[in-house]
């Protein structure tokens, strides 16, 4: 068993674990649902409500949970899903999960509003990237934007819809979280009892929304 194993030898571990290390309101971003956040509910409800049935008696067997999908094999029936604004939790955090994608042969979601782009994802994850996309208003920036998708070499697209309207998260309105993020005495406080991350972020530059930034430049 790795060291790793050993140490965060659960998801819950490794919550408490990073919840230490990023800031108040990265940390609620990342953890907080909706409204009252009864959907969180019901998700962990229905995934408490799937059940595993061992075969027993069966004799020595090597476990094999290796699935092909779109043409391509990965290593298990599940991947890293799109979460928009990953920089915030830590600096490239994208590129991160792509290269762990890519290692252990299981896909990677690229968000649409994530803080690096298609080209530099996919290009740590060749094989592994897929691309989300929330089809926007503008035809030329979807057509765009699913060129520049195919063009870096990602094969797989998740068409992603949502509620007419903007929802309502509490628990961010509470933490202060802004976009773009305002540097109020309070989160001053919290980045500075985060050094870590202060420290990294300061190096690797405040997070950016690279996908999208060359459609929300004004035109001329």
């Known amino acids: 068993m790795s060291n790793l194993d050993n140490s965060y030898p659960s998801i819950w571990h490794l919550a408490?674990?990073?919840?230490q290390r990023?800031?108040?309101?990265?940390?609620?971003?990342?953890?907080?649902?909706?409204?009252?956040?009864?959907?969180?509910?019901?998700?962990?409800?229905?995934?408490?409500?799937?059940?595993m049935v061992p075969r027993v008696l069966a004799g020595r067997f090597q476990p094999d949970i290796s699935t092909r999908l779109f043409g391509r094999d990965y290593s298990a029936p599940f991947g890293i899903a799109p979460v928009g604004l990953s920089g915030l939790m830590w600096p490239g955090a994208e590129l991160t999960l792509a290269r762990a994608a890519e290692k252990n042969q299981i896909p990677y979601g690229l968000s649409m509003v994530a803080n690096e782009t298609p080209e530099d994802v996919a290009g740590q994850a060749p094989n592994m990237t897929w691309m989300q996309l929330y089809p926007p208003s503008q035809p030329e920036v979807e057509k765009d934007l699913l060129e520049r998708s195919k063009q870096a070499g990602i094969e797989t697209l998740i068409v992603t819809v949502d509620v007419p309207v903007g929802s309502r998260r509490e628990r961010q309105l509470a933490a202060g979280l802004t976009v773009p993020p305002q540097m109020t005495p309070k989160t001053i406080w919290r980045v500075a009892k985060r050094p870590?991350?202060?420290?990294?972020?300061?190096?690797?530059?405040?997070?950016?929304f690279k996908?999208?930034?060359?459609?929300?430049?004004?035109?001329r």
């Open 16 to 19: 408490a674990k990073a919840k």
């Open 22 to 51: 990023m800031p108040y309101f990265a940390w609620e971003y990342l953890d907080s649902g909706t409204g009252m956040e009864r959907l969180v509910d019901r998700n962990r409800q229905a995934l408490d409500a799937v059940r």
């Open 196 to 208: 870590q991350w202060a420290l990294s972020t300061l190096r690797y530059g405040q997070p950016r």
């Open 211 to 219: 996908t999208l930034e060359p459609y929300l430049r004004p035109r």
